[in-house]
């Protein structure tokens, strides 16, 4: 849905009720029980928000998930997160080419490290890379 909506979010209601939703997607995201439930929801409204939107509050949720990526039971969700908000970044609202370079040096640390031979988290089936 987020790689074809433009116009749509931008009537008042529905910005509204993104943000409705998000804010209380986020209170939920900081209980442990509701992760596994609000992660994808915080990262749906994030990614269906307005740009100044996302622009400002994307790092926050990825680094929320990074935290969350050491924690087995999270760890698939998180990473869809993950996957989810980076994909908006780089197709709906890039930035300059440095600092694109810079973000995906960043994830690219933290995903495949250079201390190890293998990715991680390696318990991630492929098919969330793909």
């Known amino acids: 849905m987020a790689a074809v909506v433009d116009v ?3 009537m008042p209601e529905l910005v ?4 409705i939703i998000y804010a209380k997607a ?17 990262a749906a409204t994030l990614c269906i928000s307005r740009r100044e939107v996302f622009q400002q509050r994307w790092l926050v949720l990825l680094g929320y998930c ?12 998180a990473v ?14 890039p930035e300059s080419n ?10 690219t ?3 495949f490290p250079a201390t190890k031979l293998h990715a991680w988290p390696k318990t991630i089936p492929l098919d969330a890379y793909v």
């Not at 509204?16 to 943000?19: D, H, K, P, R």
């Open 80 to 93: 869809d997160a993950i996957l989810r908000i980076f994909w908006v970044y780089l197709f709906r609202y």
């Open 16 to 19: 509204q009720a993104i943000e």
């Open 98 to 107: 440095s600092m694109v370079v810079r973000r995906i040096d960043a994830l």
């Open 8 to 10: 749509e979010v931008n």
């Open 26 to 42: 986020m209170k939920m995201a900081s209980k442990v029980r509701h992760i596994n439930v609000a992660f994808p929801l915080v």
């Open 66 to 77: 990074i935290q969350r990526l050491k924690d087995k039971q999270f760890r698939r969700v």
């Open 109 to 111: 640390r933290i995903f």
